[in-house]
């Protein structure tokens, strides 16, 4: 259902902007590609967003069929991608890579959780992953969990760390944004912002092949 606010055309764009251009939707839609969450999970990640303009968000998203409820295995609610809303990870992908020329904000703002990683470096990943790489690898950003698959010619981001994973890389979010920018050079990121511990012998050359292709995607 779109919004009362409908621009009423047929561009495709416009009936687009319909269901996903309000303030904060296309950001929600972007924390969910990370895997269910809760409402507390995406209202602490989403800074300066009001519960109850978060609820209203929520709700018609579910009612435009993007998103559904869960319940996980421990009785919580959880808000959830339909297949229609996972399709939206390639329009979020290239509008950061469209906001990547555009200049830093003069006040930065550190989100509550960066569960955003999904779409930039996720989306990056399964773009840019081969049938060479085959690893699974947790990645703690300010002591926040990831896990990323690469397998069978696919990639994606979770949150949550993997089970038994092959690597832990360990870095803080200003560095991997800056390496997402361009800001900072591979090298310099490996070298300096990163501990790495490997569990698989010869992973981490396949890790950090990805990972330089997937950073080449936002060039």
């Given amino acids: 259902?779109?919004?009362?606010?409908?621009?009423?055309?047929?561009?495709?764009?416009?009936?687009?902007l319909d269901h996903v251009g309000d303030r904060w939707t296309l950001l929600i839609l972007r924390d969910l590609?990370?895997?269910?969450?809760?409402?507390?999970?995406?209202?602490?990640?989403l800074v300066g967003i009001a519960s109850n303009l978060l609820t209203g968000r929520l709700q018609a998203l579910e009612e435009n069929g993007l998103i559904q409820k869960q319940t996980s295995e421990y009785g919580a609610s959880?808000?959830?991608?339909?297949?229609?809303?996972?399709?939206?990870?390639?329009?979020?992908?290239?509008?950061?890579?469209?906001?990547?020329?555009m200049p830093h904000p003069e006040k930065i703002q550190k989100p509550g959780n960066f569960r955003s990683i999904?779409?930039?470096?996720?989306?990056?990943?399964?773009?840019?992953?081969?049938?060479?790489?085959?690893?699974?690898?947790?990645?703690?950003?300010?002591q926040q969990a990831f896990r990323l698959i690469a397998r069978d010619g696919d990639a994606q981001i979770w949150a949550g760390g993997a089970e038994n994973p092959d690597l832990v890389m360990t870095t803080s979010y200003?560095?991997?944004?800056?390496?997402?920018?361009?800001?900072?050079?591979?090298?310099?990121?490996?070298?300096?912002?990163?501990?790495?511990?490997?569990?698989t012998a010869g992973k981490e050359k396949e890790?950090?092949?990805?990972?330089?292709?997937?950073?080449?995607?936002?060039d």
Avoid: W
């Avoid at 800056?178 to 569990?199: C, N, Q, T, W, Y």
């Fill in 1 to 16: 259902m779109p919004s009362s606010r409908s621009y009423n055309l047929l561009c495709p764009i416009s009936r687009a």
């Fill in 33 to 45: 590609h990370a895997g269910p969450a809760r409402f507390k999970d995406l209202q602490t990640g």
């Fill in 78 to 101: 959880l808000y959830a991608l339909t297949s229609r809303g996972e399709k939206t990870n390639q329009l979020l992908f290239e509008l950061a890579r469209f906001g990547k020329q």
């Fill in 118 to 142: 999904a779409v930039s470096l996720g989306t990056a990943c399964k773009r840019s992953v081969g049938p060479d790489h085959n690893f699974t690898a947790t990645l703690i950003i300010d």
């Fill in 174 to 199: 200003e560095a991997i944004m800056a390496l997402a920018d361009g800001d900072m050079p591979r090298d310099e990121f490996i070298s300096k912002h990163v501990l790495l511990e490997v569990v």
């Fill in 207 to 218: 890790f950090f092949d990805l990972l330089a292709r997937a950073t080449a995607e936002f």
